[in-house]
């Protein structure tokens, strides 16, 4: 299989975020991307190449052009204004009751703020999600990876793999959040089916509900998501990916969510990817874009599931079994010692080779 990744995800190099408003030590680091690499380079089976260029306009057919705008300008702004941190978080959110009462059409026109600090807040879903001075340079890349596994499925590769970090699948349409600024996996769905006529089937299997995937597509019926996650009344983002969460207007019935009870095992996992297989089954489409995290690892620091590197072998076996070409993207996975066996086992699962033998 191919792997694409690019180097220049090490400019998003945050080191610290804040939980509950204190500073601890940053999860979704370089060191991530360079553990599976690594790992993935030393199967000797794998074939790694590196991205083309795919400009904004793929990124625009999803995202608000205000939100890229932010994305592409916080940094210089920051820094204009005088913000002599080494990293940009918000503190204030335009949360929902704050506009209690108000008609639509009067939320709608409220101007996004000048300051750093609002506009932040503005375009952002909550504070573990710091923007550093290559952060913006770092979430085009990945975009550009996964872009780059579209192209190699669509020019007849039956499987391929984007490295992409930063991860996406926290952005929605017109917010950043959860160490996500542009959502490669929707970014490539929506080019896939752009490209091919075709309906395409969103698979995610990160430990998190993929809110923002889900709020892209909500009232689409073209493109369909089925999301495996902690439960949220747990675990991040706590406010969607409730089983109840099914679509409105044409994408009714084409959002599918499993949230999954604390520490859920293999066998509890993998008889809801399953259910999620044969739904995604069910509709027409040959391309399924895979979002694909290994923060539902029982040693993550940061999930509350039980799944094992075995279970990441079955799971990319009964993922590729579905018979669709696959479009395999990184999101999270936090437990940085273990992230190379784990993608690796992944993806030879996805092969059909079996488990590697462990270092
Ligand atoms: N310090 C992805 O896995 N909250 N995002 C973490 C812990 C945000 C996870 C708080 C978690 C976002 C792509
Ligand atoms: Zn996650």
Known sequence: ?????????????????????????ACEVPARAEAILAALGGDGGFELVGPAEHGLDPILAVHDPGLVRFVEEAWAEAERQGIGRDFLVADTYPTRAMFQGMSDGLVAARPEPRAIGGRTG?????????????????ARSSVDVALTAADLVLGGETAAYGLCRPPGHHAAAAMAGGYCFFNNAAIAAQAIT???????????????HGNGTQQIFWRRGDVRYASLHADPIRLYPFFLGHGDEVGEGPGRGHNRNLPQPLRADDATYLADLDRALDWIAEAPGSVVVVSLGFDTFEHDPIGDLGLTTAGYHEMGRRVAALGRRLVILQEGGYHVGALGENA???????????????A
């Open 1 to 25: 299989m191919k792997v694409v990744h690019s180097d220049r995800h090490r400019g998003h190099a945050p080191t610290v975020e804040t939980y509950l408003g204190v500073p601890v030590p």
């Open 122 to 138: 503005w375009w952002g879903l909550d504070s573990s999600n710091p923007i550093v001075a290559g952060t913006a340079d770092a």
């Open 194 to 208: 752009e490209r091919t006529g075709e309906r395409v089937a969103i698979l995610d299997v990160d430990v998190h």
């Open 344 to 358: 690796r086992a992944w993806l030879r699962g996805a092969e059909g080779r079996p488990p590697a033998a462990l």
